[in-house]
């Protein structure tokens, strides 16, 4: 089974696309994560603001 250098690099062109791809969807899922930590540690803060204090 022979393959041509034309459907070689189509191939390599495309896993390479592919690769790509997978990478800036790593790098998103990556941001919007700490953007969502970012958020819930701020919702805690102000919530752990609202309580009443202790006296230990």
């Known amino acids: 089974m022979t393959y041509s ?11 390479e696309m592919g690769m790509r791809v997978r990478e800036k969807l790593k790098r998103s899922l990556a941001r919007w994560y700490g953007v969502l930590m ?4 701020i919702a805690v803060s102000a919530m752990v603001e609202q309580l009443p204090l202790l006296p230990y």
Request: proline share 0%; hydrophobic share 40%; glycine share 0%.
């Open 5 to 15: 250098a034309r459907t070689l690099l189509s191939c390599l062109h495309k896993t």
């Open 38 to 41: 970012l958020c819930c540690a």
